[in-house]
């Protein structure tokens, strides 16, 4: 019997993407909503948990969540795809278009998952750089394009980490100019003043991808979702593993969207807290940059922002170190928590800065 052989790292895979859980009574590293779900959502779905026929596989189709979701967003339901959470659509994405051989195409600083779960899948990445400013340079797109010939060309519009939502004229300047298909990664895209879920049409090679942790509150349940051309959803059922959404999920998504109004109101609060942690961040020594989404980026000036992450933690204040990722030495960046959270971040960080 041979000897087991550990996976090797020779593709560069790297070591996994990773937000770290560790203790802290201000959690504000993960961009998770700051509310938990309204009570009646959670009456709701008891309710529904207790009619569920647990010898019973799940619906594979998931057909009452696309139709909840289609009527959402005044598509058709085969215009939809649900899975795990946008990063399983993210990966059921590049198992259909990607793969050896073919190219996704992306620009950095930006989600670290796009490139991870391209190279986990073979596929080839090709990663152009934005401008100073973190603004797509469209002298770059073109080159990246005409050089690389993406089977995918991924956007994150909010751009996480960085925080600015992609203009409109970018991404229709993208689509057209894309060989293949434009992702548009919308994992923020309730917080930004413009959404690219208006320009996909069946024949459009665009797909636009949200998530229910953020604005639905619903990061533990996993659920994520994409919205595209018909044929896109087919191909990404033909490689989806069967019965990969169980019904639980599928039932706590269906019935967040009765939700809808209460969603918009967080959504409102958080963008209004927003402009109140940018304006104090603006009274300290950081370098910030202008956001769309739920949490800011920054820098501090003149200090290391390991040791700045380390005192905050030290406060019980838990922020994300971005140091790490392409261009982004000495940056963090801070989820729009509570108003109370807010505060207390805002607080250690003046006496930490001082």
Request: contains cysteine; hydrophobic residues 40%.
């Amino acid at each position: 019997m041979g000897a087991l052989i550990p996976p090797s790292d020779d593709h560069g895979l790297g070591e996994g993407y990773h937000s770290p859980q560790v203790p802290a009574a201000v959690r504000l590293n993960a961009n998770e909503s700051p509310f938990p779900p309204p009570p009646g959502f959670v009456e709701s779905l008891a309710a529904e948990v207790s009619r569920v026929e647990y010898h019973r596989y799940p619906d594979r189709g998931a057909v009452g969540l696309r139709r909840a979701l289609a009527d959402l967003h005044g598509v058709a339901p085969d215009q939809v795809f649900a899975a795990n959470g946008s990063n399983e659509v993210l990966q059921t994405l590049l198992l259909a278009y990607g793969g050896p051989t073919r190219t996704a195409a992306m620009f950095e600083p930006t989600y670290a998952l796009h490139g991870h779960i391209s190279r986990l899948t073979r596929t080839g990445v090709a990663a152009g750089e934005r401008n100073e400013d973190f603004t797509l340079d469209m002298d770059e797109v073109k080159r990246v394009l005409a050089d690389a010939d993406p089977a995918v060309t991924f956007l994150c519009s909010p751009n996480n980490p960085t925080g600015r939502a992609e203009p409109q004229e970018v991404v229709h300047d993208v689509i057209s100019l894309a060989p293949g298909l434009t992702v548009v990664d919308e994992a923020y895209g309730q917080f930004a003043p413009w959404s690219a879920m208006g320009l996909v049409g069946d024949d459009v090679p665009l797909v636009v991808v949200r998530t229910y942790s953020k604005t639905w509150s619903m990061a533990a349940t996993r659920l994520g979702y994409m919205v595209g051309p018909g044929s896109v959803v087919a191909q990404l059922e033909r490689v989806a593993l069967p019965y990969h959404l169980d019904t639980l999920k599928q039932a706590a998504g269906r019935l967040a969207l009765s939700f809808r109004r209460e969603m918009e109101e967080r959504v409102a609060a958080l963008v209004e807290e927003r402009g109140r942690i940018a304006a104090a961040l603006r009274e300290l020594p950081v370098d910030t940059w202008p956001s769309d989404a739920n949490f800011i980026l920054f820098r501090p000036r003149g200090t290391d922002g390991g040791a700045v992450w380390e005192s905050l933690l030290e406060r019980s204040v838990l922020v994300r170190n971005c140091a790490s990722w392409p261009r982004l030495a000495g940056c963090l960046r801070v989820t729009v928590g509570t108003p109370d959270e807010n505060t207390r971040f805002i607080e250690a960080l003046g006496e930490v800065l001082a």
